[in-house]
């Protein structure tokens, strides 16, 4: 349904509407995105920050990494591990500058299943905040959920205070654990559950209310307020505005600036679909995963196995880019 020009002056756009019911949250490495739609937070991944990495506006952050890479020396291999470290926090300390809360920096994928590698890079990470005068507060770090890094993320959360959000987490076995685990905040991805049931199922079309990706994260956010669980569930990945208004309510939703530029120029009236109160009403049970009760859970549900490794795969590609871009310019 259009709205009248008058009307439309009155009325708040969707996306100012969503900010009273949900923290918008910029899923970019492009500072003039976050300058655009001012969002409380923002998170980043090695495929956006490859993707910013290679906008010659950016240049000077990728010459500083470099230069910060072969400043500390040793192997080649250390160098540009060093500079890809740094170059995701000089990114992260820039998106810093521009918004009041806090910024998502992840783990190299490739640690997915080395619980201790990953505690020790997330330090690494944190340590080099300190360094750019950023205290932990306003960090979080991304970790895979897999069974290690969400052991991971609970030893940084309990022992370490540091915050933590799990990625690439699509089934509810990972939602659990990570509740139980009392990391900060996860991370389900929306779009790319719909992308497994388009590709896998006869059904290419869905209705928001019927999206599978909306039916999972509404399943978990409702289970984390029915049992009061502190953990923030952030929507992500999404794949059109339909899914975002649909969870209108959720704690967090992390949004591309390409679908934060539609909703910024859309004018309906956008009702809350997410409740504390309602979530508390559902029937639901508790349970408690071990090792082994997770990885049977979670290996029972084939969209979210094939997505997990092939979102560690992805992410790993785009890490290995990123430091063959750095090589060239380390070995010059």
């Given at each position: ?243 975002i208004k649909a969870l209108t309510g959720c704690d967090y939703l992390t949004i591309s600036p390409k679908l934060l530029a539609e909703l910024s120029k859309e004018y309906v009236k956008l009702t809350p679909t997410l409740s504390v109160k309602e979530a508390q009403a559902c029937e639901l049970e508790k349970i408690h995963l071990d090792e082994k009760a997770f990885r049977w859970h979670h290996n029972e549900d084939q ?30």
């Amino acid at each position: 349904m259009s709205v009248s020009p008058v009307k439309r002056q009155k009325m708040e756009s969707v996306l100012d509407q969503l900010k009273h019911h949900t923290t918008v949250v910029a899923d970019t490495g492009d500072f003039n995105a976050i300058d655009e739609y001012k969002p409380l937070d923002a998170t980043t991944n090695p495929s956006l920050i490859l993707a910013a990495a290679q906008m010659p506006v950016y240049q000077e952050l990728v010459d500083d990494a470099v230069a910060y890479g072969k400043k500390l020396g040793g192997s080649e291999e250390e160098q540009i591990k060093n500079a890809c470290d740094k170059l995701f926090v000089l990114f992260g300390a820039e998106i810093l500058k521009r918004i009041p809360g806090r910024v998502s920096t992840e783990v190299d994928a490739r640690l997915s299943f080395d619980k201790e590698g990953m505690i020790q890079r997330a330090r690494r990470l944190i340590d080099l905040y300190k360094e750019a005068g950023i205290g932990k507060d306003r960090i979080l770090i991304k970790l895979s959920s897999t069974w290690e890094g969400i052991q991971a993320g609970k030893v940084l959360e309990a022992e370490y205070g540091i915050h933590c959000n799990m990625t690439l987490l699509f089934s509810f076995a990972q939602a659990v654990a990570c509740a139980e685990a009392g990391v900060t905040l996860i991370s389900p991805f929306v779009g790319r559950i719909l992308d497994w049931y388009v590709a896998n199922g006869d059904k290419k079309t869905y209705e928001p209310s019927e999206d599978p990706g909306v039916k999972s994260v509404t399943k978990i956010y409702n289970y984390y307020k029915k049992f009061g669980y502190k953990t923030i569930v952030m929507g992500a990945s999404f794949r059109n505005t339909g899914e975002i208004k649909a969870l209108t309510g959720c704690d967090y939703l992390t949004i591309s600036p390409k679908l934060l530029a539609e909703l910024s120029k859309e004018y309906v009236k956008l009702t809350p679909t997410l409740s504390v109160k309602e979530a508390q009403a559902c029937e639901l049970e508790k349970i408690h995963l071990d090792e082994k009760a997770f990885r049977w859970h979670h290996n029972e549900d084939q969209m979210a196995v094939e997505k997990l490794s092939d979102g560690i795969r992805k992410f790993a590609a785009d890490a290995i880019k990123l430091e063959r871009m750095l090589k060239v310019d380390v070995i010059s």
